[in-house]
């Protein structure tokens, strides 16, 4: 699909009841994250959580034969970090990641927490993700470019001191989880495809205290920053609307 998906009123109902239900998940999640619980365990409540609500399913489990809900990320772990045995620890950052697919149509979004008392660059590493993304979603409406919001993630990023994952990107999303545009969180202003209303993207902040480096581990799916430093994830599913957007979740 090389044009922006338009989505019918009937498809919009669907996608807000699962941005609900992932919105709900993702607040469970920051509850749940805690010294002493173990990222299966997170996973474990994510899954059990969004199949209790009828013919919701985990978005993530099973593509490209992706075995979890959740990916949890920790520390120098970029994104799709496989949930195990891992114990979170006081200081510890964790990004849960999340997808709920209803009606056939994907939601996706994450939110990165502390684990107990975090450092003082941990803490301005989650404020300054966190306000990439929220700059972002306080520009964007019908017409706008995806390099206009490319450039104002860099630029609240890299003002702040930090780097953006550069290989990683944002993405429309609907009937794939993945699809056109592809929404990168550096670029110049006025470039790129350009947004009609009734569309719907994924917008997600990768940022890192480091360089922007990366290198895949050993289970093949998890993403860390090549040189160690912290990393953090924010991402809010969007619906454009002719005269902004409506976080769905």
């Given at each position: 699909m090389s044009s922006c998906q338009i989505f019918t009123p009937s498809e919009i109902k669907s996608i807000r009841h699962a941005g609900k239900i992932l919105g709900e998940c993702l607040e469970l999640m920051g509850k749940l994250v805690a010294p002493g619980i173990t990222t299966k365990?997170?996973?474990?409540?994510?899954e059990e959580f969004i199949r209790k609500h009828d013919g919701a399913t985990p978005a993530f489990m099973g593509y490209h034969g992706y075995p979890a809900t959740l990916c949890t990320s920790v520390n120098e772990q970029c994104v799709h970090g496989l949930p195990g045995d891992y114990v979170l620890k006081e200081g510890d950052i964790v990004s849960t990641d999340c997808g709920v697919l209803y009606d056939n149509l994907f939601t996706d979004a994450c939110r990165t927490y502390g684990v107990g008392k975090i450092s003082k660059d941990a803490e301005r590493l989650l404020t300054v993700s966190s306000q990439a993304l929220a700059d972002a979603v306080a520009m964007i409406k019908a017409g706008v470019k995806v390099g206009d919001i490319s450039a104002t993630v860099q630029g609240t990023v890299e003002g702040a001191g930090f780097s953006i994952v550069s290989a990683l990107t944002g993405h429309g999303l609907g009937k794939t989880l993945h699809q056109f545009p592809d929404v990168p969180n550096y670029g110049e202003k006025g470039t790129g495809p350009k947004l009609p209303a009734n569309t719907i993207i994924a917008v997600e902040p990768i940022v890192c205290i480091g360089g922007d480096g990366i290198k895949e581990a050993d289970d093949n799916w998890t993403i860390n920053t090549?040189?160690?430093?912290?990393?953090?994830?924010?991402e809010h599913t969007l619906l454009i609307l002719e005269d902004g957007v409506e976080v769905i979740a």
């Open positions: 365990e997170l996973d474990r409540a994510a090549k040189d160690g430093s912290l990393s953090a994830h924010f």
